[in-house]
């Protein structure tokens, strides 16, 4: 079946590095995704990695993907207290169909 | 537009009554998705649509609820009696259908009293 977890809740300092971690079920998956929700807002596409890819990044944000162990990471390098918010992994078969979301990992940066 | 529309930004309605959510997607995306955020939770997908055909709508909770899609244009999301759970904010999001990722709107926060 399809399920997608993720930590609830990171708290870090202004400046030091975040992790966010997700584990997903289905090895068919072909699209992994990294969307920030801020209060109030919707989702916004942060970035997103195929699954014959291992590494992207894209200015502070770096993704890791282990197929072997379905883990996907996010890495944002010098974090800032605009970046406190809710962080969600989602995966997807193929383009254009369905997202299957975690339930979130809220992150908070402190001064 | 610009960006993915949805109103009303805010629903508050009796139990029972029935409501219409509205999502105005993106110009020349033709896939159109419906998701179901309840409080301190993650995403659940409702409806997918290509165009006005709605190849997966394998995640509508019961028959109360309903969507419809004008071409590649507006959708409708119906909840038709409803009901405490039904509480939440529902997401539209759209895409091309050929690039990664999707446009989501703001939402409509749903609330039944």
């Known amino acids: ?111 | 537009g610009a960006g993915v529309s949805q109103s009303p930004s805010n629903k508050v309605t009796e139990k029972g009554k029935d409501v219409e959510l509205r999502c105005d997607p993106i110009s020349g995306h033709t896939a159109l998705y419906w998701y179901r955020q309840r409080l301190g939770q993650g995403l659940e997908f409702l409806i997918y649509f290509q165009g006005n055909s709605a190849p997966d709508k394998s995640g509508l909770p019961s028959d109360r609820f309903s969507a419809e899609r004008t071409g590649e244009s507006v959708s409708t999301l119906t909840i038709q009696r409803t009901q405490q759970e039904d509480s939440a904010v529902y997401l539209c999001a759209s895409s091309v259908g050929t690039g990664g990722g999707y446009t989501f709107g703001s939402g409509t926060r749903l609330t039944v009293v």
């Not at chain 1, 399920?3 to 997700?22: A, K, M, T």
């Not at chain 1, 162990?69 to 809710?86: E, P, V």
């Open chain 1, 1 to 111: 079946g399809e399920d997608v977890e993720q930590s609830l809740f990171l708290s870090v300092r202004e400046g030091d590095s975040s992790v966010i971690n997700c584990t997903y079920t289905d090895s068919s998956s072909t699209y992994l995704y990294w969307y920030k929700q801020e209060p109030g807002a919707g989702l916004q596409l942060l970035t997103y990695i195929f699954s014959n890819m291992d590494m992207k990044q894209d200015q502070r944000l770096t993704v890791l993907l282990n197929k072997k162990d379905k883990h996907l990471s996010l890495r944002i390098a010098d974090t800032q207290t605009g970046d406190s918010a809710i962080y969600f992994c989602a995966e997807s078969m193929n383009q254009g169909g369905k997202l299957i979301f975690g339930q979130g990992t809220e992150l908070s940066v402190k001064p």
